[in-house]
């Protein structure tokens, strides 16, 4: 007999481009959606999932949101229905199905989302939908409005808001449950100093808290020192911050250098602006700077160079020049995109047809892709444009079109949401 060894791995997690692919495989959500689905999937307010790198992580949110829906809302999450409503929606939007008798069977159907919510919302327990059962995890993880957290005996213990929940382990839920680590004692105050664990990552701790001191003086261990690598004269040069540098001989304001929930950085106060509102100058501080030991004259120096925009970007390069429209002689470029490559001219962006690859698609199937995008624009114009003519004409016309215009911008927005829950759903399942 001979072993042969066999490892297994769980599915990767999606990109952006492989989830529009996937929902584009299931048939829900259309080109002019998928933007809005994965914006509402990676809305922090929500918290849904985390953009790590190019990869959808999923939060604790995420699992006990669907868990909730799955349980008590199952069609809601069904992709089967997600995408038969797609459908309809699409129907609706060129006439082939009447709006108003489908939103009616939808909302107040014998088991429409009306009927659903009242039967089944008294069966949902409130303290079981924020907990989370994860495999190979005895511990309650509950979700609260902070963030989750680790329920016990003595206490509640916060989870990093970065923590995934494939990331929680055994190991670390026993060293959570253990408490703080004393590093050892301030040589100045003699008070005791903690490495502890928030929301927002670890984080240092001067003293305990008591009744006279209910707010102990804490500071952020910098994002790329591990912990564990802390000693107590770091911790006491770190728990020194902010620390005051100096004055800007330009301003005659102070210069503080501290560390906050994206790392070190150095500040300069500029008193209030027009508005009468405090206005500051903030600069990072990346290595080989240290937030420690950073002078006066080197913080003068970065507030000197010019400020990084963030998300700024230059202009996009074409992947691939198709050469000039033959109508007006514009470029037909080929770009790279978030959900993969399309075609461009002037305003107009059109994607890739089936069949065809970035490196074989020729100029006159580009101009048809183009022509048959733009056209489907004039067509939504010329839809606009009869509705305002219907209002002229005449004022119960002009009525109607306005209630049915807006029937169907909310049968869109209920769809979105059910896309956007769907797709959570993948997100669990790919953890």
Do not use: C
Not at 47 to 71: H, I, M, R, S, W
Not at 134 to 143: G, M, P, Y
Not at 161 to 176: C, R, Y
Not at 401 to 410: M, P
């Amino acid at each position: 007999l001979e072993a042969i060894g066999h490892e297994t791995q769980p599915p990767a997690r999606f990109t952006e481009a492989s989830l529009v692919k996937m929902l584009e495989s299931e048939g829900i959500g259309r080109p002019s959606t998928y933007a809005s689905i994965i914006g509402t999937i990676t809305d922090e307010r929500k918290g849904y999932a985390q953009l790590v790198g190019n990869t959808l992580v999923p939060t604790f949110t995420a699992f006990a949101v669907v868990d909730l829906l799955e349980k008590h809302f199952p069609d809601i999450v069904d992709l089967k229905f997600t995408s038969k409503m797609e459908q309809t929606l699409d129907d609706i939007a060129t006439g082939e199905v009447d709006w108003l008798p489908y939103l009616k069977e939808f909302y107040l159907g014998n088991d429409g989302l009306e009927t659903q919510v009242k039967e089944r919302d008294s069966n949902i327990d409130p303290k079981e939908a924020r907990t989370i059962h994860l495999e190979d995890l005895d511990t309650k993880i509950r979700i609260s409005r902070t963030g989750a957290y680790i329920e016990s005996e003595n206490g509640n213990i916060n989870l990093p808001k970065d923590m995934p929940p494939a990331d929680l382990n055994p190991e670390q839920v026993e060293v959570l449950l253990k408490g703080p680590k004393q590093l050892g004692t301030h040589p100045e105050t003699g008070e005791p100093i903690y490495v502890k664990l928030g929301p927002y990552g670890h984080y240092l701790q001067l003293g305990d808290k008591t009744d006279e001191n209910p707010k102990p003086k804490n500071v952020s261990i910098p994002p790329k020192v591990k912990p564990e690598a802390v000693t107590l004269d770091m911790a006491v040069r770190l728990l020194s911050l902010p620390r005051t540098l100096g004055v800007h001989p330009d301003t005659g304001r102070k210069i503080q250098a501290a560390i906050g929930r994206f790392g070190p950085y150095i500040v300069h106060d500029l008193g209030k602006d027009e508005e009468g509102k405090a206005a500051k100058d903030y600069r990072s501080i990346k290595a080989p700077d240290d937030v420690t030991t950073i002078t006066l004259d080197r913080a003068l120096e970065l507030f000197a160079e010019p400020k990084a925009v963030r998300g700024k970007r230059g202009t996009a390069t074409p992947i691939r020049e198709l050469g000039a429209h033959p109508s007006d002689g514009e470029p037909v470029n080929i770009y790279n995109g978030p959900y993969g490559a399309y075609i461009k001219h002037g305003k107009v962006n059109a994607s890739i047809p089936e069949g065809h690859t970035v490196e074989d698609i020729p100029m006159d199937v580009a101009v048809q892709a183009l022509e048959a995008k733009a056209g489907t624009k004039k067509a939504t114009k010329g839809k606009k444009t009869t509705t305002t003519a219907k209002k002229t004409t005449a004022k119960k016309t002009s009525t109607k079109t306005a209630t049915k215009t807006t029937a169907k911008k909310t049968t869109t927005k209920a769809a979105a949401a059910k896309k956007s829950t769907g797709t959570s759903k993948r997100v669990k399942t790919n953890d």
